[in-house]
């Protein structure tokens, strides 16, 4: 049953305190007074506890509704309604997670049923929490402006409507609230488009800039704001380190004025920005990022709800290898594992893990983890068989390493979810390394000036490519004699 694998799937994804909170949610009869939802919910509680357990609609329609013929469309109507209060469910919790909202949308329901005494008490309440909420983000932005556009009508229709100064905070914050917000979606858009070549229509964007720049002195206070358009401008004047030393700044300084989200975006884009310059040549940033990244995992804002992604685990042991911080980073490496999104972990640690073991110059060990990656998708099997390739190369393998180069070409040729670019890329690397290795590992049949003058054009043809993956390996290779 569709619904029913949907509902079943839903709930056992969540935590187990989460499940018991849900338990309590159905049981509640202000939200649920129909006894066989509440019966649907102890049964599929139940079925998750087991190993390996089926539900099949035939018994669990006979629990439901002992003695009585199988009426599909009436389980069906049993499950829908769990699924709409589990689907409520979650809508209170997140507004239960949303800092200051539920005191708000009191003040806002006090006001439209008039109870005007409830208003302006608890409003007082609201006014000391929002002094004690520690950042100027979004959130503190949209609260304060909802709330004194209330403060404003009410204040307007019922008590004076000469005063105007809740009317003019209602308008500052909602203009920070919009500033938060357009830099914060500009920024992940831009990112989106320098990856995917994507284009936006980003509307009055410039004319926003503009202003933020020239009014840069009266957001001082405002973290989330300098925080998203200096992630911006490291984007858009990538040649200026001044931005990047703003972000810098603000990691050092601010971290406490931004929230998690925030912390987690600030991290994301300031590595971004250092792979970028990376990929430009400018080596110095390798340990810039490596730093970035230790002090990120530190303040658990390389964490996106207690997990990492296998991107940033695969970026953090890459640079780790790199520059041969090999202690660190088999501890990372280990530590992290049970961090991964479980439907990846296996796949992302062995694959890593033989990374790892290929830098260490452990080529056995290397092979023997490699045989556990699955080939998932097409990510896991280009680098696995790159790395294979590379091992062979290490290990002068030829056979190997011909017979892989054949099997990897024909495979690519085949690919129909790659591009032919991509394609392109893929066996323009293989010819090169096949050569490539030709020359080295008969590298006894020449003499030494001979071998140097075919290395010299293998590297010159290499480096005048303009589609190749892993260039800078096959041109780190070329040179050496």
Not at 171 to 199: G, P, Q, S, W
Not at 248 to 273: H, P, Q, R, V
Not at 277 to 300: D, N, T, V
Not at 383 to 398: C, G, S, V
Request: glycine letters at 2%; aromatic letters at 14%; proline letters at 2%.
């Amino acid at each position: 049953m569709q619904q029913q694998s949907k509902i079943v799937r839903y709930i056992s994804e969540i935590s187990p305190k989460e499940r018991e909170r849900f338990q309590q949610f159905v049981r509640s009869p202000y939200f649920n007074q129909h006894e066989k939802t509440q019966e649907l919910l102890d049964i599929i509680l139940e079925y998750i506890e087991r190993p390996n357990g089926q539900m099949e609609k035939e018994p669990l329609f006979a629990r439901l509704f002992p003695g009585e013929a199988l009426d599909e469309q009436r389980l069906h109507n049993v499950m829908s309604y769990l699924k709409k209060l589990y689907h409520r469910f979650l809508a209170i919790q997140y507004i239960d997670s949303l800092p200051l909202r539920e005191q708000l949308f009191t003040l806002e329901s006090a006001y439209e049923v008039n109870q005007f005494d409830l208003l302006t008490n608890r409003a007082r309440q609201l006014e000391k929490s929002i002094e004690q909420y520690p950042y100027h983000d979004g959130d503190y932005h949209f609260v304060n402006y909802r709330f004194n556009s209330l403060l404003g009508f009410y204040s307007g229709g019922y008590v004076d409507r000469s005063k105007s100064d809740s009317f003019q905070k209602m308008l500052y914050h909602l203009d920070r609230y919009y500033i938060v917000e357009k830099l914060r979606n500009c920024c992940h858009l831009t990112a989106n488009m320098m990856l995917f070549n994507t284009r936006y229509d980003f509307g009055f964007m410039e004319e926003l800039l503009a202003y933020v720049q020239r009014h840069l002195p009266s957001f001082e206070n405002d973290a989330s704001i300098l925080l998203y358009y200096t992630i911006l401008m490291t984007m858009r004047e990538e040649n200026n380190p001044e931005h990047y030393e703003r972000l810098k700044l603000i990691l050092n300084t601010k971290m406490n004025t931004i929230n998690a989200d925030e912390g987690y975006d600030l991290y994301n884009f300031a590595s971004n920005y250092c792979i970028r310059q990376i990929k430009m040549g400018h080596s110095k940033y390798q340990r810039e990022l490596f730093e970035l990244y230790q002090q990120g995992l530190r303040a658990e804002l390389l964490l996106n709800n207690g997990l990492i992604s296998e991107w940033d685990y695969k970026n953090i042991i890459t640079l780790g290898c790199s520059l041969k911080e090999f202690a660190w980073t088999e501890q990372f490496i280990e530590e992290y594992r049970s961090k991964l999104l479980a439907s990846r972990r296996e796949n992302a640690y062995n694959y890593n893990l033989a990374n790892f073991y290929y830098n260490r110059q452990l080529y056995n060990d290397a092979l023997e983890v490699l045989r556990n990656v699955q080939f998932t998708d097409v990510f896991y099997h280009l680098n696995t068989t790159f790395l294979q390739l590379r091992i062979y190369y290490d290990l002068k393998d030829t056979e190997a390493f011909l017979g892989l180069i054949e099997t990897f070409r024909i495979y690519v040729i085949r690919n129909r979810k790659m591009t032919t670019a991509e394609k392109k890329s893929y066996t323009n690397l293989l010819r090169f390394a096949k050569s490539l290795a030709m020359l080295k590992h008969h590298a006894d049949t020449y003499p030494r000036k001979v071998l140097q003058e075919k290395l010299a054009v293998l590297h010159q043809k290499i480096a005048a490519a303009d589609n190749v993956i892993n260039k800078q390996w096959l041109l780190e290779e070329s040179r050496k004699v």
